[in-house]
Structure formats: structure tokens, C-alpha cells
T-cell receptor, first 116, second 110 residues
Framework: NAGVTQTPKFRVLKTGQSMTLLCAQD?????MYWYRQDPGMGLRLIHY???????AKGEVPDGYNVSRLKKQNFLLGLESAAPSQTSVYFC???????????????FGAGSRLTVL | LAKTTQPISMDSYEGQEVNITCSHN???????ITWYQQFPSQGPRFIIQ???TKVTNEVASLFIPADRKSSTLSLPRVSLSDTAVYYC???????????FGAGTTVTVRA
């Protein structure tokens, strides 16, 4: 049982290039999230999804797009990378938060992105 | 989602008990309080969750007073390996937008 897997783990981009980060979970979780974490800072929510085919904006969505075509996968895209997007990106999933709050997030190991 | 407030940092020494208090004044009736731990260069991991009174597991204890407007994570006899960032998150049933605060950086010294 792998939990939440993020690929790639590391990537270096030039300004203006595009790329996609993949998050895959094998726990049949309904909800998935993308966060970014800058050095010495906390987690900031980029986008999230409450089910297959749905996405919603978080606190810092600008410059990113997401898709959830399959329940187990949540993709984060950068169409035109900027140095300000240099960060560590974490994906997380949770079973559901509809019935109660008694559920916990499972995080991936992170994807470190550097934009030159 | 109930807004949470925690201290930015705390220093301790090996063998001491560390207590981190999180304030969540607008917590709702069905909300649960969850704490996560994040080591450098790793993703956060769940350590403990509670609704009221006291919860204890092999890693920590969580104390929640009757009014539930705050909670205290207690790490007994810390070691150097407990150096990490600790996040308090209040999760509401039906609230999907799970945003974290800045967390508390705990530094344990020898």
C-alpha cells in the first residue's frame, strides 16, 4: 500500500517552461489537495478536489491549473513557470469530510521544483 | 474551517516535556482537532486527533478543555528527533478547504 505518490521528486525548469506534477493515491480517497511550501514557511493551499471531475481554488491558485480525470490522480500544471514558483509541492488526500471531521490527511513525500 | 493560532517557535532540551497550545475560538460542534508533524524535507504526517478531553497515543497526548476553544499537544520526554514543525488543523464536517496555519517549529537541543 503506497499511500500518496508524487512524481517527479525533483525538477529544474527555465522561466516560461511548462510542466505537470502527478499525484497518485491508492486509498480510494475522495478528496485531494495540492500545497506549496516555501523555505521556512507553512503550507499554502493551491487547489483541491472533492471528487473525480471536480476542482476548486485554494489560497494561492494563480499560475497553476489542476485536473482530476480519475479518482486516484490529481495533476498540478504550471503553464508558464516563474521563479516565484520555486517551492516544494505537497499533495495530500483524505477519505472524506462530509460526514464528520474525523478523518486525517495523508501526504506525499513532496516534489521540489526550481525555476531558473 | 476554524481559524487556528499557534506559537511560531519553541525551544526545548532533550528529556523535557513540550506543550504546544493551539487556539481555535470559533470551533464548531462537530469539528475535530488534528495535529500533524513535519520533519525537514518530508511531507507532514498525522500524529494525533481528538474531539474532547484527553487523547493519548504512543507519540503524544492531546488535551482539550471543555469549551474546546483551544487544545494542547504534549510531547513527553522529547529527543533530538522530535525537532520538527507541528501543525494544528481543525476539520469541519462538510468543509473541504483544508488550509494550514504557519505551524510551530519545535527545536530540541542536547
Amino acid at each position: 500500500n503506497a499511500g500518496v505518490t508524487q512524481t517527479p521528486k525533483f525538477r529544474v525548469l527555465k522561466t516560461g517552461q511548462s510542466m505537470t506534477l502527478l499525484c497518485a493515491q491508492d486509498m480510494n480517497h475522495e478528496y485531494m489537495y495540492w500545497y506549496r511550501q516555501d523555505p521556512g514557511m507553512g503550507l499554502r493551499l493551491i487547489h483541491y478536489s472533492v471528487g473525480e471531475g471536480t476542482t476548486a481554488k485554494g489560497e494561492v491558485p494563480d499560475g497553476y491549473n489542476v485536473s482530476r480525470l480519475k479518482k486516484q490522480n490529481f495533476l498540478l500544471g504550471l503553464e508558464s513557470a516563474a521563479p516565484s514558483q520555486t517551492s516544494v509541492y505537497f499533495c495530500a488526500s483524505i477519505e472524506n469530510v462530509v460526514i464528520s471531521g474525523a478523518n486525517v490527511l495523508t501526504f506525499g513525500a513532496g516534489s521540489r521544483l526550481t525555476v531558473l | 474551517l476554524a481559524k487556528t493560532t499557534q506559537p511560531i517557535s519553541m525551544d526545548s532540551y532533550e528529556g523535557q516535556e513540550v506543550n504546544i497550545t493551539c487556539s481555535h475560538n470559533n470551533i464548531a460542534t462537530n469539528d475535530y482537532i488534528t495535529w500533524y508533524q513535519q520533519f525537514p524535507s518530508q511531507g507532514p504526517r498525522f500524529i494525533i486527533q481528538g474531539y474532547k478531553t484527553k487523547v493519548t497515543n504512543e507519540v503524544a497526548s492531546l488535551f482539550i478543555p471543555a469549551d474546546r476553544k483551544s487544545s494542547t499537544l504534549s510531547l513527553p520526554r522529547v529527543s533530538l528527533s522530535d525537532t520538527a514543525v507541528y501543525y494544528c488543523l481543525v476539520v469541519s464536517g462538510g468543509d473541504y478547504k483544508l488550509s494550514f496555519g504557519a505551524g510551530t517549529t519545535v527545536t530540541v537541543r542536547a
